[in-house]
């Protein structure tokens, strides 16, 4: 009997990615992190069950999808354009600072323009999965400080579309019309939907009646919507994690969401795992071996500087020392997304394989250290008061 090759690659990798599960658990830290670990352990730098361009990265690849569709069902759009100034006006602030502090850093190391705005786009961004899976562990999402944080992330995300317009325009390749003509459309039908949303009423359409009590219907509607628009997004040059985000808020407005969130949560439970592995595939131990010290200050510096930026926005707009420092804190890692970033300027030739290896170590190494660095922050902020 033949066996195929990439049954017994993923019964290995779900083997794998269940014990460091187990293993998060048990060391009480994030269960994103064990599986990074878990994708380093099978990558080619140990185990090498797998390689960078099996059929886990391309499930993975899912899992965002899947993952950026369930911050969209439980991210309230309403309550994040409530707080516009924080979210829009202070993430925008945040991302121009990022690049400013890169392109003065990057004119003493002699870094091209290009580069140092790569990179700054690269720092701005902080991980909405680790930072989402933080307040669920310490039950705190219906906080001010948790609020903040996640409106800042979806801003984030949806600003993702400007970031790779520009980087697009940075690379070797001349400006083309005809992408930007897909990502207007794609922009514009995105917009479209949204606001046709806002306006259907729901107890008109029977036939969500007969999807709300068919789980296996309402599971396949759930998915084909997903992953429809985040196609859609996708062949339209824009990010399909956007397509994704849209997707899920959209079902979220039209009050779906619990229907589609109780018959999906363990099927992206799998998916998500997958993708946390699939992004520690990339990391070569031999790489950080010979440049583990300058990984480590740059690590440091990128949590420092992520903290001290978004702390200054988030004061001047109004909140104290204390609530800025705090969300600073869940903000200051670097984002699973800055990887398609890096991907990209790598790709357009804007940084070279010793920088995108040396900016995949300092994105992983920040998610790491978030639970401690949340901590530590915590105590300054608040001093003994216990968050």
């Known amino acids: 009997m033949h066996l195929d090759p990439y049954f017994q690659e993923i019964t290995l990798v779900l083997l794998v990615l269940s014990l460091f599960a187990l293993f998060s658990k048990m060391i009480k830290i994030p269960s994103a992190i064990g599986f990074m670990l878990a994708g380093l352990i099978i990558g080619p730098s140990v185990l090498k069950i797998v390689d960078k361009s099996s059929l886990i990265n391309q499930i993975g690849s899912a899992g965002v999808v899947l993952l950026l569709f369930f911050i969209g069902m439980e991210v309230s759009i309403k309550d994040v354009l409530k707080e ?28 091209s323009m290009n580069r140092s705005i790569l990179l700054g786009f690269v720092i701005s961004l902080s991980s909405s999965a680790m930072v989402i899976k933080l307040f669920k562990d310490k039950k705190i999402g219906h906080l001010k400080t948790s609020k903040d944080a996640i409106g800042i992330l979806v801003s984030q995300d949806i600003l993702i579309v400007p970031m790779l317009i520009v980087l697009g325009m940075l690379g070797e390749s001349k400006l083309d019309s005809t992408q930007i003509s897909k990502q207007v459309i794609g922009t514009l039908l995105l917009i479209s939907l949204v606001l046709l949303a806002r306006k259907i009423n729901i107890k008109k359409f029977k036939i969500l009646n007969k999807i709300k009590e068919d789980s296996e219907l309402a599971t396949l509607m759930c998915l084909s919507f997903a992953f429809i628009l985040a196609l859609i997004t996708g062949l339209s040059e824009l990010s399909t994690a ?12 039209l009050k779906l969401s619990d229907i589609f969130h109780d018959s999906l949560a363990p099927f992206q439970t799998v998916m998500v795992a997958i993708f946390f592995s699939s992004i520690g595939l990339l990391l070569d131990l031999n790489f950080f071996y ?20 978004n702390a200054i926005v988030l004061r001047i707009l109004g909140r104290s020392w204390s609530e800025s420092i705090l969300t600073s804190s869940y903000l200051a890692q670097i984002g699973e997304f800055s990887f398609i970033l890096a991907a990209i300027g790598l790709g357009h030739n804007v940084i070279n394989e010793y920088s995108y290896q040396l900016t995949i170590y300092i994105i992983f190494i920040t998610i790491v250290l978030t639970p401690l660095w949340v901590k530590g922050i915590s105590k300054m902020a608040y001093k003994k008061e216990e968050i």
């Open 290 to 309: 010979h440049n583990y010290l300058v990984i480590l200050l740059l690590s440091f510096v990128a949590l420092v500087t992520n903290t001290f930026i």
């Open 84 to 111: 516009w100034k924080v979210t829009v006006l202070g993430t925008l602030t945040q991302i121009l600072l990022s690049v400013l502090c890169v392109y003065t850093i990057g004119k003493f190391l002699d870094w």
């Open 242 to 253: 956007l397509g994704a985000f849209i997707a899920g808020g959209i079902i979220s407005q």
